[in-house]
Antibody, heavy 117, light 107 residues
């Protein structure tokens, strides 16, 4: 089964950028679709975007267009989420999730990103 | 964007009782592409159901899903202690969106 291991918690200043990694194993990376979902404290999950690795094709939620980028590195089976122009409302746990036919069957452990001056 | 509204916000029940959780969509969910997830504190969500009524691998048969169009239901027939958690619905027919969750707590 697929395992996703994410980078550790981080604190960023308002206006800066953050890059979170998600290393996949146990599947076939160049045939995977990996999504990014975030969850603010006490809130429901919020979908941010995804990458279809074999096509290097990305789709993003309208809300994040212009300040989000999802990329992948096949040589290390790692997917990255970069979010720029950070503000306090971006404080959340960020998850990567493996997608199969639209559902998210395997999730990373989550990465807490705290925005604080 | 399809907005999913879950009710109730909190459901207080005892082990052995039946739980019924609702998820209503702001517009019809394409091909009933509706999933349910369970989340416990400090953990990632876990896939329970997909296609409105299909259990994911390893999910016990006390969990069942139903519904179509804009109204969907997750039913847990006899609650076990490990079922007390937060439950989210998700639609994947038009990109992706999640509900705000139903917290199932022990009465």
């Amino acid at each position: 089964q697929v395992q996703l291991v994410q980078s550790g918690a981080t604190v960023k200043k308002p206006g800066s950028s953050v890059k979170v990694s998600c290393k996949a194993s146990g599947g076939t990376f160049n045939r995977d679709t990996i999504n990014w979902v975030r969850q603010a404290p006490g809130q429901g999950p919020e979908w941010m975007g995804r990458i279809i690795t074999r096509l290097d094709s990305t789709t993003y939620a309208q809300k994040f267009l212009g300040r989000v980028a999802v990329t992948s590195d096949e040589s290390t089976s790692t997917v990255f989420l970069e979010l720029s122009s950070l503000r306090s409302e971006d404080t959340a746990v960020y998850y990567c999730a493996h997608e199969v036919r639209g559902v998210f069957d395997f999730w990373g452990q989550g990465t807490l990103v705290t925005i604080s001056s | 964007e399809i907005v999913l509204t879950q009710s109730p916000g909190t459901l207080s029940l005892s082990p052995g009782e039946r739980a019924t959780l609702s998820c209503r969509a702001s517009q019809s969910v394409i091909s009933n592409f509706l999933a349910w997830y369970q989340q416990k504190p400090g953990q990632a969500p876990r896939l329970l159901m997909f296609g409105a009524s299909n259990r994911a691998t390893g999910i016990p048969d006390r969990f069942s899903g139903s519904g179509s169009g804009t109204d969907f239901t997750l039913t847990i027939s006899r609650l076990e202690p490990e079922d007390f958690a937060v439950y989210y619905c998700q639609q994947y027919g038009d990109l992706f969106s999640f509900g705000q969750g139903t917290k199932l707590e022990i009465k």
